[in-house]
């Protein structure tokens, strides 16, 4: 059982303009929200992370929509950079339950 | 501050055999887990470890996969007779303990095993 769901499995944006990933939960428990960022053979670094008390959250160019009643967030990456081209993970973690939880990822490619 | 130290960054081994990982947190962080990561699968949870502690397995598979995090030294994955569907990226991450931070993981460069 997939707990969070992302799309889309990839992505192509020109530079300058808007990337966005979107990704689904399943658990009503979760109450932490991150994002990952993955360049080829690296580890996963954390990116920006948001709780469900808010619904946005903006470091920069990077920006979490979070719709609680919908169970749905979203990472969007404005003015997109050939630098932003990596691997990018939603995730989710209950505060009870340290283990997080990670979507499958979307690989980002920006055109220069 | 080195960060999260993984060793070794690549390792073969023929079915079999046994495979190591190790893993050295963040100075100052008690938390250790340990994640899979295959081509379009993501990340999957495996282990969550404290020192002498396993305190979440429910993502290890019931057999050949052993964890563990001594008093002192690295965190250790050990995979027994492994086979080719272990063939993958195997991730370490550590973070403080809960009272400091929350969920917040620092992921080492990972540790590459191809089983031939």
């Known amino acids: 059982q997939q707990q969070v769901k992302q799309s889309p499995q990839s992505l192509i944006v020109q530079k300058g303009g808007i990337s966005i990933i979107n990704c689904a939960y399943e658990n009503t428990a979760f109450d932490y929200f991150p994002w990952y960022q993955q360049f080829p053979g690296k580890g996963p670094a954390l990116l920006i992370a948001i709780r469900p008390d808010v619904s946005e959250k903006k470091e920069g160019r990077f920006t979490i929509s979070f719709n609680k009643s919908a169970k749905q967030f979203s990472l969007h990456i404005m003015d997109s950079q050939p630098g932003d081209s990596a691997t990018y993970f939603c995730?989710?973690?209950?505060?009870?339950?340290?283990?997080?939880?990670f979507g499958k990822g979307t690989r980002l490619h920006i055109l220069p | 501050n080195a960060g999260v130290m993984q060793n070794p960054r690549h390792l073969v081994r023929r079915r079999g055999q046994e495979a190591r990982l190790r893993c050295s947190p963040m100075?100052?962080?008690?938390?250790v887990y340990w994640y899979r990561q295959l081509p379009e699968e993501g990340l999957k949870f495996m282990v969550y470890?404290?020192?002498?502690?396993?305190?979440?397995e429910s993502g290890m598979p019931k057999e050949r996969f052993s964890a563990e995090f001594p008093k002192e030294g690295p965190s250790i994955l050990r995979i027994q007779q492994v086979v080719r569907g272990d063939s993958a990226a195997y991730f370490c991450?550590?973070?403080?303990?809960?009272?400091?931070?929350?969920?917040?993981?620092?992921f080492g460069a990972g540790s590459r095993l191809t089983v031939l």
């Open positions: 470890l404290q020192k002498e502690n396993i305190i979440d």
């Open positions: 995730a989710a973690s209950m505060n009870r339950d340290d283990k997080i939880i």
């Open positions: 991450a550590s973070s403080p303990p809960r009272e400091i931070g929350a969920n917040v993981l620092t």
């Open positions: 100075k100052g962080h008690s938390h």
